[in-house]
């Protein structure tokens, strides 16, 4: 490939490589010039164009995207179609992504031009979300460097898509007199939780004296289950405590003891009638992401979990939100704390509502609603609306204005109560005066509102329930907001202690002047490039994986 300025005579079937605007229109970049458009750049007076031309042998950037997108996916993966150099992929089913490094690595080292991204090992994806992307650097590279990219996973694809298998998991706990009945209720309730995100049930639960010969009995009488998982009433610190000697007792054996994440190293892997089984740690009680969803997920999806895998998990094992905020251990101890290390709760958890804000004009759009654009044939809104109701929150309400029917429409059949914002053209600020108002004026009222925009595709309900925990954990005085690389992005949680604050909100830049007052009490949990993602542009929503409604 050639790249340089040429005279506009001499460009015909040429690429071109920077956009031109022309009376009557615009030639987009990577446009392969015509002998029309060569009279129209003359019409406009444009003398000379940045061109690439082509050598023998070498694809376009469209033409090197399609082939290797259709070679590097593995199962349950979908590909999109190639665009400005760039083939997306999107989780085909729920479950894990699992990219094979090596050969990614290996395919990012052919050329320079030819690279492909995608999320870590072992994310958690729900179908539709985008895992990998290819894309093409150049307008153009060499045939050959394509065909050597896509020989190196010959038979044997880059990533794929564990899918979760609908499994029956046994919940088994051990009492002791200082754990309230309270706390097993909500374990059990955390534990349906997380099974569901997974297409999983609890199937069962039996609750025992924390002593070896009753665990033992209880884990032997488990039946028709796929999986068991104990929450002891003490934690495990030796392999003659409680847990894994009931395991043994039981005719199992104990896998590994102990793992490299933090919170989640007090976790046991085991085996009984050749079920696995989970000791779960303490932390497990709480629905914050810790070392149990690590291993929990894996089982769920069918993968196998050797002591190996566990002791390579201390890279990226340290799981506390952000460095800065204090330690637990660092705050005063509670009083009278029982004797298992639960600390006792004031009152019920504060309770978040979810604000989800559709009501924009998409301006820089040119025309179409972004949120009417379509992610794996799903359209934005009711895809971020389904986000929100798979989380923790209590109740979500979608903030209505422009084209309202429409919007409406594409979330028909889903629990979400509407909320119209006549104001909407005012400004962001208004729709979020909007959502929270009705969130705390609510019977039984909010404790929090999350205001989530409609327009990030990245975000999950994973993601929410960090946002949630981090809130529940603070108290509701707190503000938590989504940060990425440390900036404060979206969504934000703002508590019902501020709602005159909200109230005086105005312009379109949401709860920025807000948190701005209150720097103390702002809780930020990293979400990486979640939080940071929205499709304002068609450039970014086609980046993004998605297609505008035509």
């Given at each position: ?5 040429v005279a506009?005579?001499?460009?015909e079937?040429?690429?071109l490589?920077?956009g031109?605007k022309?009376a ?5 970049k990577?446009?392969?010039l015509?002998?029309a ?5 003359r019409?406009?007076g444009?003398?000379d164009?940045?061109?690439a031309r ?6 376009t950037?469209d033409e090197?995207?399609s082939?290797?997108g ?8 979908s ?8 083939v997306?992929f ?6 894990l992504?699992?990219?094979d ?6 395919i ?6 030819i ?5 870590g090992?072992?994310e ?10 290819v894309?093409i650097i ?7 460097a394509v ?25 088994i706990?051990t009492?002791l ?7 097993l ?9 997380r099974?569901?995100?997974a297409g999983?049930?609890l199937?069962?639960?039996?609750r ?9 009995g209880?884990?032997a009488?488990v ?16 392999e003659?405590d ?15 003891l102990?793992?490299?994440?933090d919170?989640?190293n007090l976790?046991?892997l085991?085996?009984?009638?050749g079920?696995?089984?989970?000791g779960?740690?303490g932390?497990?009680?709480s629905p914050?992401?810790n ?11 069918d ?19 952000i460095?800065?905020?204090?330690l637990?251990?660092?705050?005063a ?5 029982p ?12 309770v978040?509502d979810?604000a ?9 759009m040119?025309?179409?609603?972004k949120?009417?654009?379509?992610f ?21 309400r979608?903030?209505?204005?422009n ?5 409406v ?8 109560e509407i909320?119209?914002?006549?104001d909407f053209?005012e400004g962001l600020?208004?729709?979020v ?5 009705a969130a705390?004026?609510a ?5 929090g509102?999350l205001?989530m925009?409609a ?5 999950t309900?994973?993601d929410l329930?960090r946002?949630?925990a981090a ?11 989504a940060?990425?690389?440390g900036k404060r992005?979206?969504?934000v ?5 501020h709602?005159r ?14 948190m701005?007052a209150?720097?103390a ?11 940071s993602?929205d ?5 970014a929503?086609?980046e ?6 035509g």
């Amino acid at each position: 490939m050639k790249f340089g300025p040429v005279a506009v005579g001499d460009a015909e079937g040429a690429i071109l490589a920077h956009g031109q605007k022309l009376a009557g229109g615009r030639l987009a970049k990577g446009t392969r010039l015509s002998a029309a458009d060569i009279e129209a750049l003359r019409a406009a007076g444009i003398g000379d164009v940045v061109v690439a031309r082509l050598a023998p042998g070498d694809l376009t950037e469209d033409e090197a995207a399609s082939r290797l997108g259709g070679v590097v996916a593995g199962a349950q993966v979908s590909v999109g179609a190639a665009g400005t150099g760039r083939v997306n992929f999107f989780a085909a089913a729920d479950g894990l992504f699992l990219p094979d490094r090596g050969l990614v690595d290996r395919i990012n080292a052919v050329d320079p031009g030819i690279t492909l991204a995608t999320l870590g090992e072992y994310e958690p994806v729900e179908a539709g979300r985008m895992v990998a992307t290819v894309k093409i650097i150049p307008l153009a590279v060499a045939g050959s460097a394509v065909e050597r990219a896509a020989a190196i996973v010959a038979g044997r694809p880059a990533f794929r898509v564990a899918p979760y298998r609908p499994q029956r998991v046994a919940l088994i706990q051990t009492e002791l007199p200082a754990l309230k009945k309270s706390a097993l209720d909500k374990t059990a309730a955390v534990l349906a939780a997380r099974l569901a995100r997974a297409g999983a049930t609890l199937c069962g639960e039996q609750r025992c004296a924390h002593e070896t010969g009753a665990l033992a009995g209880a884990i032997a009488a488990v039946a028709d289950a796929d999986l068991v998982v104990v929450f002891g009433a003490s934690a495990v610190i030796d392999e003659a405590d409680v847990i894994p000697a009931a395991v043994v007792a039981a005719g199992g054996h104990v896998r590994h003891l102990g793992m490299p994440v933090d919170p989640g190293n007090l976790l046991l892997l085991g085996e009984v009638a050749g079920r696995p089984l989970i000791g779960a740690p303490g932390c497990a009680r709480s629905p914050k992401e810790n070392g149990f969803d690590w291993i929990l997920n894996r089982l769920l999806a069918d993968l196998q979990v050797s002591p190996e895998d566990i002791r390579g998990m201390g890279v990226g094992g340290l799981l506390m939100e952000i460095a800065t905020r204090p330690l637990p251990r660092e705050r005063a101890a509670p009083p009278a704390a029982p004797a298992v290390g639960i600390a006792p709760q004031a009152g019920p958890p504060p309770v978040v509502d979810v604000a989800l804000l559709a009501a924009g004009r998409s301006s820089r759009m040119g025309g179409p609603n972004k949120l009417l654009a379509t992610f794996g044939g799903v359209p934005l809104v009711r895809r971020s609306a389904e986000v929100a109701l798979a989380s923790g929150a209590r109740r979500v309400r979608v903030v209505v204005g422009n084209r309202r029917e429409e919007i409406v429409a594409a979330l028909s059949g889903l629990d979400v109560e509407i909320v119209e914002n006549p104001d909407f053209a005012e400004g962001l600020s208004t729709s979020v005066i909007a959502g929270s108002r009705a969130a705390f004026a609510a019977a039984p009222s909010a404790d929090g509102v999350l205001v989530m925009l409609a327009d990030q595709p990245l975000v999950t309900a994973v993601d929410l329930d960090r946002l949630i925990a981090a809130f529940v954990a603070e108290g509701e005085g707190s503000i938590v907001v989504a940060t990425d690389a440390g900036k404060r992005r979206n969504p934000v949680i703002l508590g019902a202690c501020h709602i005159r604050e909200i109230e005086a909100l105005r312009g379109d830049v949401g709860a920025r002047d807000l948190m701005n007052a209150h720097p103390a009490e702002i809780r930020g949990v990293d979400l990486g490039r979640a939080a940071s993602l929205d499709v304002d542009t068609p450039e970014a929503l086609q980046e993004a994986g998605g297609v505008l409604a035509g």
